[in-house]
């Protein structure tokens, strides 16, 4: 019998993580053994507590805390190190699963003398386009259709075992490479340019598809969201969450929040609101959002964290945190002239799919 495993990052917003939990034991929960969270961040001790308490809550959960923040990389790496399970899920905090049935899916599609795959997960471009280029060349690799293309895969909705993973030099994390460095995954091929850029899993993405036949992956829609998001609801787009098939969603930056916009009325992150002195600002730059479409994605983030919000309730030792999380949403609604009625608006619209 093989077992079954979810890692998952989390760099520490509270309400985020109460409101995945609840989709968690409502939807997919018991398609996994265990679901091990580690909590990266410096964020008060209070609401530490409070994490902490919501996860023993949920069964199956196991959760690692480290005090500060690490590179998301790292923190697969080292929550690695902990799974006991021989077939690994890796999932983000702002990936939501409504509807059952997909995960217990595609592990089964690992599992067993004659499975099909070894690897399972969404294709990804986030790097330098010499790599894209030297990845299609040396493995066939097709780039044509919509959505995210490349050689890569996300950090999410990736499906794999433990061993293949251990076979790796397990750097996960965001790589560069210079002007003349070996990258021995793409056939020990030189970098030309001055220098080229990999995000997160694609150093280790490279290394998998150079030990993975082409014919043992399955790529698998991650329906990423995007600013678009309503236009997709009312046309029911093909690459997109709405499209009628979707089970699960990836929101995407909404790490941003506790990390960095949502600040207090000096200028702290929610996170570091002890730890860092207060800022000379008390707003974030405005050319942050000046088009339509930047308008748009904030509206985007802030429905999910104005969500969170309404979805949590306050304890006595955490009421002085959620008045501050609600102020810093409505000082970014203020500051970049957001759309109160539109937030609504995608509030109605992801809730059309049990969110």
């Known amino acids: 019998m093989t077992s079954r495993a979810a890692i998952l990052p989390f760099p520490g917003d509270p309400y985020l993580i109460n409101y995945w939990l609840d989709l968690y034991d409502r939807v997919w929960g018991n398609e996994v053994d265990r679901l091990y969270i580690h909590l990266n961040s410096p964020i008060e001790q209070p609401m530490v507590n409070y994490i902490m308490a919501r996860c023993s809550r949920s069964p199956r959960v196991k959760l690692i805390y480290t005090p500060q923040q690490i590179e998301h990389g790292d923190v697969i790496n080292r929550t690695l190190d902990v799974v006991e399970e021989e077939n690994i899920m890796l999932i983000e905090d702002d990936a939501f699963i409504f509807k059952p049935g997909s995960v217990d899916m595609f592990f089964r ?3 067993g003398n004659n499975s099909n795959y070894d690897i399972i997960g969404s294709k990804r471009g986030s790097c330098a386009m010499e790599i894209l280029t030297r990845a299609k060349q040396l ?3 097709d780039y044509e259709g919509e959505g995210d293309q490349g050689p890569n895969f996300w950090p999410s909705f990736f499906f794999t075992r433990k061993e293949i993973l251990l076979k790796t030099d397990r750097n996960f994390g965001a790589r560069a490479w210079k002007k003349g460095e070996v990258i021995p995954a793409l056939g020990d091929y ?7 850029n990999g995000d997160t899993m694609v150093h280790m993405s490279l290394q998998l598809r150079a030990m993975i036949p082409k014919e043992r992956i399955l790529c698998i829609p991650q329906y990423h969201g995007h600013p678009d998001d309503m236009d997709h609801f009312v046309t029911h787009y093909a690459y997109s969450m709405f499209n009628g098939q979707a089970t699960w969603c990836h929101i995407g930056s909404l790490s941003s929040g506790v990390g960095g916009i949502l600040r207090d009325n000096v200028n702290r992150s929610l996170t570091r609101r002890l730890i860092d002195p207060p800022g000379q600002a008390t707003s974030l730059p405005n050319e942050w ?3 339509d479409f930047e ?3 904030f509206e985007r983030r802030v429905q999910w964290w104005l969500t969170f919000y309404e979805h949590a309730k306050p304890t006595p030792d955490t009421k002085e945190f959620y008045d501050l999380y609600n102020e810093a949403i409505y000082r970014i609604i203020k500051q970049f002239s957001l759309r109160i009625t539109e937030i609504r608006r995608r509030q109605i619209a992801y809730g059309t799919l049990g969110l």
């Open 295 to 297: 308008k748009r994605e």
């Open 109 to 111: 599609m690992l599992e």
């Open 190 to 196: 030189v970098v030309q340019d001055e220098i080229a």
């Open 289 to 291: 959002c000046r088009s």
């Open 139 to 141: 493995w066939g690799l």
